[in-house]
C-alpha cells in the first residue's frame, strides 16, 4: 500500500549539470520519490531540449522543479538545513554516513565534479565505493543509488507502491 502521507525530507541538488538526459534521469528519480530537485546554473543545455525532456519522459508534471542562477540564489533561497555533497574520490563512504532528514545532497557536473571550495566550506560529504576499474559511475546512476542510500536512513518504512 502507498503512504500518503510520506513526505520526502531530503532534495537532490544539481550544480551545473552538462548532460541533459542525465539531468532528465534524474527528473524522473525525483518523480518517482517525491524528491525536490534543484538545478543550479549555468546549465550545460536549455531546460526545453528534447533529450532532456524525453529522459524524463512524460513525468515532468511530478517534479517539484527548482531553477537558480547560481549557488548563492539557491543558498539565499531555499536555506538547506545541511548539503551533502558528493565526490568520486573523497568524503565517507556512503554505506559509513547517516543521513538527516532535511539533507540536501549535491551532486556536481559530470566532466568536472564539484568545485574544491564546496569541500572547505561543508563537511558533510560521501562518495560511493567503486572499484579501479572506472574513475566514477554516471551522475544519474549516483544519484539514484545515494538518494535510496538517505531514504534508507529515515526511521519509517518507505513504501511508495
Known amino acids: 500500500m502507498k503512504q500518503e502521507n510520506f513526505i520526502n525530507p531530503f532534495s537532490i541538488v544539481l550544480f551545473e549539470p552538462e548532460i541533459p538526459p542525465n539531468t532528465g534521469n ?3 528519480l525525483c518523480a518517482g520519490t517525491d524528491t525536490p530537485l534543484h538545478l543550479i546554473e549555468p546549465l550545460g543545455f536549455s531546460i526545453s531540449d528534447k533529450h532532456l525532456k ?3 519522459l512524460d513525468y515532468w508534471p511530478s517534479v517539484k522543479l527548482s531553477v537558480w ?4 540564489e539557491f543558498k539565499d533561497n ?4 545541511r548539503l551533502v555533497t558528493t565526490s568520486a574520490k573523497r568524503g565517507t563512504p556512503l554505506f ?5 532528514p532535511g539533507d540536501h545532497i549535491v551532486l556536481g557536473p ?3 565534479g564539484l568545485p574544491g571550495w564546496m569541500f572547505e566550506e561543508f563537511k558533510h560529504a560521501v562518495n560511493i565505493p567503486i ?3 572506472v ?6 546512476t549516483s544519484a539514484g543509488i545515494v538518494l535510496y542510500q538517505a531514504l534508507s536512513c529515515l526511521d519509517t518504512d518507505v513504501n511508495f507502491r
Not at 78 to 81: A, C, E, T, Y
Not at 96 to 100: E, K, N, R, V
Request: proline share 3%; aromatic share 10%.
Open 96 to 100: 559509513d554516513f547517516t543521513f538527516l
Open 131 to 133: 572499484t579501479r576499474n
Open 69 to 72: 542562477k547560481n549557488w548563492q
Open 78 to 81: 531555499v536555506h538547506p538545513q
Open 110 to 112: 559530470e566532466t568536472r
Open 54 to 56: 524525453r529522459a524524463g
Open 135 to 140: 574513475r566514477s559511475l554516471n551522475l544519474s
Open 26 to 28: 534524474i527528473a524522473r
